[in-house]
């Protein structure tokens, strides 16, 4: 199976490279080998591999950034996404799609299904909307996975932040009326590698980690995890506040949870505790030379 990944710098596109399964060639494109918001180098990369699957993994993330850059935003996250969709129909591959859990509101008080209304609050969460719409309109065998709170070993995220601040810093304050489910890249990695084996199913899917936890908790979790293995020398107090606290550009959901009963239905595969997939993520990290 050739599977060819847009974004493969990212957080998942290089945890994809990292769990590439038996008999599958993975190529992995960035924005310098083909821009997703130039819709003829997409055509053309897709053309020349002529893959069997495609992973959008490229998207625009800055979520605060969003704000005032909406029409960057819009150009990477649905005119990107819309350029992936028509190329993957144009080759006859199989898309995988991947979103957020910020196309919600966050006025929930249940983990959302894949049929749940979408309402974002943000810049982001809107251009990410309507770039899953792109998809599911312009690919006629495409599959859009929701996911949460993406963490790695790779690039920028919130645990490495975490980290970098408690190293840096005698105390932290940490917002703890934002609940979501955190999810490790290389968990999210493992649920596309079954889909782009699965060709029949179309689709909106959800995949996080199992549990749910606010920003504070989480941040404390990773402290104390962190310390355990040695990878920070001392430990600092962690403060709980609420969002009004810590005013932001863009509007966060305040309960994220995704629902992901209709994954687990379709795919012989369950979801590890985010704690215990936190745990890998950081002796991962901790076995690295220059960590």
């Not at 080759?91 to 966050?106: N, P, Q, R």
């Not at 982001?124 to 309507?130: H, M, N, P, V």
């Not at 955190?182 to 999210?188: F, G, R």
């Amino acid at each position: 199976m050739k599977t060819l990944v847009f974004g493969c710098k990212g957080q998942l596109g290089q945890s994809l490279a990292s769990t590439v399964p038996l008999k599958t060639e993975l190529i992995g494109l960035d924005s310098t080998d083909a821009d997703i918001t130039d819709a003829t180098a997409v055509l053309d990369a897709c053309r020349r591999i002529n893959p069997d699957v495609i992973v959008n993994a490229a998207a625009y993330t800055a979520v605060d950034n969003a704000e005032s850059e909406p029409e960057l935003a819009a150009s990477v996250n649905v005119d990107g996404s819309r350029n992936v969709a028509v190329a993957s129909n144009d080759v006859g591959a199989k898309l995988i799609h991947v979103s957020t859990d910020f196309v919600f509101d966050g006025q929930s008080m249940t983990p959302y299904k894949t049929d749940a209304e979408t309402n974002p609050l943000n810049v982001y969460g809107a251009t990410k909307r309507d770039g899953e719409l792109a998809v599911l309109q312009n690919s006629n065998n495409s599959i859009v996975i929701r996911t949460s709170w993406l963490y790695s070993q790779y690039g920028h995220n919130f645990v490495k932040t975490m980290l970098r601040l408690m190293r840096e810093r005698e105390e932290l304050s940490i917002v703890a009326d934002q609940v979501g489910s955190p999810t490790w890249a290389d968990s999210l990695a493992g649920v596309v590698w079954v889909f782009a084996g699965k060709p029949e199913q179309r689709g909106v899917f959800h995949w996080s980690d199992g549990g749910e936890i606010s920003w504070h908790e989480f941040a404390v979790a990773i402290q104390e995890e962190a310390l355990s293995i040695g990878l920070l020398a001392k430990k600092i107090p962690i403060h709980a506040i609420t969002s009004e606290d810590y005013p932001t550009a863009a509007t966060r959901p305040r309960y994220s949870v995704l629902d992901c009963s209709k994954t687990l239905a379709t795919i012989d595969l369950s979801p590890r505790h985010w704690r215990t997939n936190l745990q890998e993520m950081l002796n991962r990290l901790a076995s690295r030379p220059n960590k």
